[in-house]
């Protein structure tokens, strides 16, 4: 499944761009300042990025340009209120893959995602569609779980949860890598979402393979 990073200040249109893609079948992250974006661009296995110009904390083209310097090719549509064609250009040049102006059409712009991933060869579609763990599979592609031969029922922050999980057996998650994977950094950092979500996943699934790491996080014992 694409996972899509969102750089996005203003809220109405971050969560117009998070339900559209995700009715599509994208997974998307959501971040509201350059700091975040350039922070989640560099460390994680996003497919696409859709970056906004004018973000607080650090300029998107400063993001984008801090990206191209240390050799990430991570695809990124800028989508801007910037029309100018002297912007256009600075975007463009500064290696963004294409360029977006506000307002916008969600269909033109779903187009132009499904364009880059295409045209790099980046999508999931080039990896395993089902992700497996012991007893435990998770298809990417119709969303079905399986736990010890059973078909069980995943919310979709519950599923994102056990697919964060799933790709990396073995590793430990602190709570906050978590809440950023999944929740997008919509919530609380103190909040205790992660630890109630964990629960659910280990009934649902009825295994005790999800593993509480004493002060750092959690972990899927491989």
């Known amino acids: 499944m694409n996972r899509i990073l969102i750089a996005e200040d203003e809220t109405r249109i971050a969560a117009f761009l998070e339900k559209g893609l995700r009715a599509n079948g994208y997974t998307t992250i959501v971040v509201r300042n350059g700091v975040e974006a350039a922070q989640m661009a560099s460390c994680d296995d996003f497919d696409l990025m859709i970056l906004d110009l004018g973000l607080p904390g650090k300029a998107g083209l400063v993001v984008l340009e801090e990206m191209?310097?240390?050799?990430?090719?991570?695809?990124?549509?800028?989508?801007?209120?910037?029309?100018?064609?002297?912007?256009?250009?600075?975007?463009?040049e500064s290696g963004a893959d294409d360029y977006v102006t506000k307002p916008f059409r969600?269909?033109?712009?779903?187009?132009?995602?499904?364009?880059?991933?295409?045209?790099?060869?980046?999508?999931?579609?080039?990896?395993q569609l089902v992700l497996r763990s012991g007893e435990i599979s998770l298809d990417l592609r119709t969303r079905k779980v399986s736990a010890g031969g059973r078909t069980v029922e995943l919310s979709a922050r519950e599923f994102t949860l056990a697919e964060t999980f799933m790709r990396h057996p073995g590793q430990v998650m602190s709570r906050e890598h978590l809440l950023s994977r999944v929740w997008g950094y919509d919530y609380d950092?103190?909040?205790?979402?992660?630890?109630?979500?964990?629960?659910?996943?280990?009934?649902?699934?009825?295994?005790?393979?999800?593993?509480?790491?004493?002060?750092?996080?959690y972990r899927l014992r491989a």
Do not use: C, W
Not at 106 to 127: H, I, W, Y
Not at 197 to 209: C, E, F, I, S
């Open 189 to 217: 950092p103190g909040s205790n979402i992660v630890d109630v979500y964990v629960g659910y996943l280990r009934r649902k699934l009825n295994t005790d393979r999800i593993e509480t790491v004493r002060g750092m996080g």
């Open 68 to 92: 191209r310097g240390r050799g990430e090719r991570l695809p990124v549509i800028i989508l801007t209120a910037r029309d100018d064609i002297a912007d256009k250009v600075a975007g463009l």
């Open 106 to 127: 969600f269909e033109e712009l779903l187009a132009r995602v499904r364009a880059r991933l295409r045209d790099t060869g980046n999508g999931r579609t080039q990896e």
